[in-house]
């Protein structure tokens, strides 16, 4: 692979004119409607059509990609808002109706019939007919309506901030202070990020009881009894069923469970606490200052391109074309959504990296795991078409939570002490376990939510409690804190924003301990197996992209109670 940090020169454009921007829908139907309208005769027509359909999807995605980057960075400035409201508002519902007419104009034709069996096409094919099955004219206004409701989520998010001492703090930048060393501040600082988001709770509350009606009622228009089931399908879940999601939670809380008990325990001695509190579990347990991996943003990002680099030359190219590009926002400020994603832009084809940075270790591995999303996006950047571009979430989250992994051995970037280094890397293998359980706790109250769409506040209320409990460790004492613990579930935005898409990070995070196993064994064909499977972007399923890593897509108890034993040994290591 070539190892250069040029800036990338956006595709020619075959079907839109070179000098189009979407402005309005006026402007965009006229693509819709000749693509609708145009005859298909031969396979060489088809494919050009498909071509022609993927470059205009891209042009429409990569416009509202922006909005959306625009808004998240700045909440406080209504003019970004608007623009992405204006999208949601008055074009994504018209295109919707156009996409169902090049869907069935696809399945119809009987030229299909010659791609529908080779790589990648077939894989869009069966997505096309899903989509076909789940489209209903009457959904739209309420997709509309949800996207317009999950931008609340963000901007009430986004306002939140606490004073601490003479300083207004971003509630990131406040969750610093939960790793200092006094113990009577970190209560203070966790009190505080408490009572401001349970400010919002009535809010919150109101707003997601409103987001599953409308929810339910996308389920229902489409002929499914809830919206769990729907979603499955929506999100192309050909690979596994509800019933895994339920074998892996029972997993997660048979042989990892245990595990974070002894994590907690052990954090508890070390602390020569009573009562091991909340606000005890991000400080070192030995008293140590905080580390701190990097300065400031430049400083962030600098260290990373290195130990990129230094894994891998090309990796290291693509986050130093997004730094000359301008794709990178990475620290908490004021006005900011919360948390961090990786946006593909579908025609110029390198992403955008946002995230709420502050100074902290956590900070640093989320730069390694969008920056492992963003890789995945130059590896299949010259694909045919735009479905073959858009891999499965749960290949998606592989190679981001794999890249935290990977990238431990260059750690001495950020960490030239090798003590700092090896409490580093101890932190994040165990919050590679941690995040285990928390996920189920994610996954499973999401599936009783929308089994139980009917249910009141309080049972809500009591269901969260119950499953929380299942999965976090016993030693935690939450007394006095009660109503704290009742809104736990309204910090993770995925429930507003992105439903049922969390399951992914448990499969994920299982693959990336494999794929690192693998890795430690053979650095160079570890690193080869990852880059490789990276690169079938949506072309396989997901066993397979997972067998081209060469690990497993596997959620049994014996397979987790096998990579527990892995990480633990690792751990006893360091």
Same mark, same amino acid.
């Given at each position: 692979?070539?190892?250069?940090t040029?800036?990338?020169?956006?595709p020619k454009?075959n079907?839109?004119?070179?000098?189009?921007?979407?402005?309005t829908w006026?402007?965009?139907?006229?693509?819709?409607e000749?693509l609708?309208?145009r005859?298909i005769?031969?396979?060489?027509?088809?494919?050009?059509?498909?071509r022609?359909r993927?470059?205009?999807?891209?042009?429409v995605?990569?416009?509202?990609?922006?909005?959306?980057?625009?808004?998240?960075?700045?909440?406080?400035?209504?003019?970004?808002?608007?623009?992405?409201?204006?999208?949601?508002?008055?074009?994504?519902?018209?295109?919707?109706?156009?996409?169902?007419q090049?869907n069935?104009?696809?399945?119809d034709?009987?030229l299909?019939?010659?791609?529908?069996?080779?790589?990648?096409?077939n894989?869009?094919?069966?997505?096309?007919?899903?989509?076909?099955e789940?489209?209903?004219?009457?959904?739209?206004p309420?997709?509309?309506?949800?996207?317009?409701?999950?931008?609340?989520?963000?901007?009430?998010?986004?306002?939140?901030?606490?004073?601490?001492?003479?300083?207004?703090?971003?509630?990131?930048?406040?969750?610093?202070?939960?790793?200092?060393?006094?113990?009577a501040k970190?209560?203070?600082?966790?009190?505080?990020?408490?009572e401001?988001?349970?400010?919002?709770?009535d809010?919150?509350?109101?707003?997601?009881?409103?987001?599953?009606?409308l929810r339910?009622?996308?389920?229902?228009?489409?002929?499914f009894?809830n919206f769990?089931?729907y979603?499955?399908?929506?999100?192309?879940?050909?690979?596994?069923?509800? =019933? $895994?999601?339920? +074998?892996?939670?029972? /997993?997660?809380a !048979?042989?990892?469970? *245990?595990v @974070?008990?002894?994590?907690?325990?052990e954090?508890?001695?070390?602390?020569?606490?009573?009562?091991?509190?909340?606000?005890?579990?991000?400080?070192d347990?030995?008293?140590?200052?905080?580390?701190?991996?990097?300065?400031?943003? =430049? $400083?962030?990002? +600098?260290?990373?391109? /290195?130990v990129? !680099?230094r894994?891998? *030359?090309? @990796?290291?190219?693509?986050?130093?074309?997004?730094?000359k590009?301008?794709?990178?926002?990475?620290?908490?400020?004021k006005?900011?959504?919360?948390?961090?994603y990786?946006?593909?832009?579908?025609?110029?084809?390198?992403?955008?990296?946002?995230?709420?940075?502050?100074?902290?270790?956590r900070d640093?591995?989320?730069?390694?795991h969008?920056?492992?999303?963003?890789?995945h996006?130059f590896?299949?950047?010259?694909?045919?078409?735009?479905?073959?571009?858009?891999?499965p979430?749960?290949?998606?989250?592989?190679?981001?939570?794999?890249?935290?992994?990977?990238s431990?051995?260059?750690?001495p970037?950020?960490?030239?002490?090798?003590?700092?280094?090896?409490?580093?890397?101890?932190?994040q293998?165990?919050?590679?376990?941690?995040?285990?359980?928390?996920?189920?706790?994610?996954?499973?109250?999401q599936?009783?939510?929308?089994?139980?769409?009917?249910h009141?506040?309080?049972?809500r209320?009591?269901?969260?409690?119950?499953?929380?409990?299942?999965?976090?460790?016993?030693?935690?004492?939450w007394?006095?804190?009660?109503?704290?613990?009742?809104?736990l579930?309204?910090?993770?935005?995925?429930?507003?924003?992105?439903?049922?898409?969390?399951?992914?990070y448990g499969?994920?995070?299982?693959g990336?301990i494999?794929?690192?196993?693998?890795?430690k064994?053979?650095?160079?064909?570890?690193?080869?197996?990852?880059?490789?499977?990276?690169?079938?972007?949506?072309?396989?399923?997901?066993?397979?992209?997972?067998?081209?890593?060469?690990i497993?897509?596997?959620?049994?108890r014996?397979?987790i109670?096998?990579?527990?034993?892995?990480?633990?040994?690792?751990?006893?290591?360091?």
């Open positions: 692979m070539k190892h250069s040029e800036i990338p020169v956006r454009r079907f839109i004119p070179e000098d189009f921007k979407v402005t006026e402007t965009l139907k006229p693509f819709f000749k609708v309208n005859a005769n031969s396979e060489q027509e088809l494919r050009q059509w498909l022609d993927s470059e205009l999807e891209s042009v995605s990569e416009d509202m990609g922006w909005r959306y980057v625009r808004m998240t960075c700045y909440t406080d400035k209504e003019e970004y808002s608007k623009a992405y409201q204006d999208f949601v508002q008055n074009i994504q519902p018209n295109v919707a109706p156009y996409a169902d090049m069935k104009k696809i399945l034709s009987t299909s019939k010659a791609l529908e069996h080779q790589p990648g096409f894989l869009m094919f069966r997505n096309i007919k899903k989509e076909v789940l489209f209903r004219e009457e959904n739209i309420l997709f509309t309506e949800i996207t317009t409701e999950t931008q609340k989520y963000a901007e009430i998010s986004g306002a939140m901030t606490v004073h601490i001492g003479d300083r207004e703090l971003t509630l990131p930048q406040a969750g610093v202070l939960l790793q200092s060393t006094d113990r970190r209560e203070e600082v966790f009190k505080k990020i408490s401001r988001r349970l400010k919002d709770k809010v919150l509350d109101e707003l997601f009881s409103k987001l599953i009606s339910h009622n996308v389920a229902i228009n489409a002929g009894k769990r089931d979603q499955f399908k929506a999100y192309g879940r050909f690979d596994y069923t509800p =019933k $895994d999601c339920f +074998d892996f939670h029972e /997993s997660i !048979n042989e990892v469970v *245990p @974070l008990n002894e994590i907690a325990k954090r508890k001695t070390e602390m020569k606490v009573s009562e091991l509190r909340p606000w005890d579990k991000a400080v347990p030995q008293g140590r200052e905080p580390l701190k991996a990097f300065n400031d943003g =430049k $400083d962030l990002i +600098d260290k990373s391109i /290195s990129f !680099n894994l891998d *030359p090309y @990796l290291g190219s693509c986050l130093e074309t997004m730094k590009m301008g794709h990178l926002d990475l620290e908490s400020r006005g900011k959504a919360p948390g961090g990786n946006y593909p832009l579908a025609e110029i084809g390198v992403p955008f990296i946002f995230m709420n940075a502050t100074s902290t270790m640093m591995t989320t730069i390694m969008e920056g492992g999303h963003a890789v996006n590896l299949t950047i010259d694909l045919e078409l735009g479905d073959f571009k858009s891999p979430m749960e290949v998606a989250e592989l190679a981001s939570m794999s890249m935290e992994l990977l431990m051995d260059e750690w970037i950020f960490f030239p002490d090798e003590k700092e280094l090896k409490r580093a890397k101890r932190d293998l165990e919050d590679s376990i941690e995040t285990l359980p928390w996920v189920a706790t994610i996954d499973k109250f599936h009783w939510i929308y089994e139980n769409q009917n009141s506040l309080d049972e209320k009591k269901a969260w409690n119950s499953i929380f409990d299942q999965f976090n460790d016993t030693l935690t004492d007394s006095g804190l009660q109503t704290t613990k009742d809104y579930w309204q910090k993770q935005l995925h429930l507003y924003e992105v439903p049922f898409y969390y399951i992914e499969m994920a995070q299982l990336a494999a794929v690192w196993r693998n890795f064994k053979n650095k160079i064909k570890g690193l080869e197996f990852y880059q490789n499977a990276l690169r079938l972007g949506n072309t396989k399923t997901i066993p397979e992209i997972y067998k081209a890593a060469g497993k897509f596997d959620f049994s014996s397979y109670s096998e990579l527990m034993g892995f990480v633990k040994e690792e751990l006893s290591k360091i």
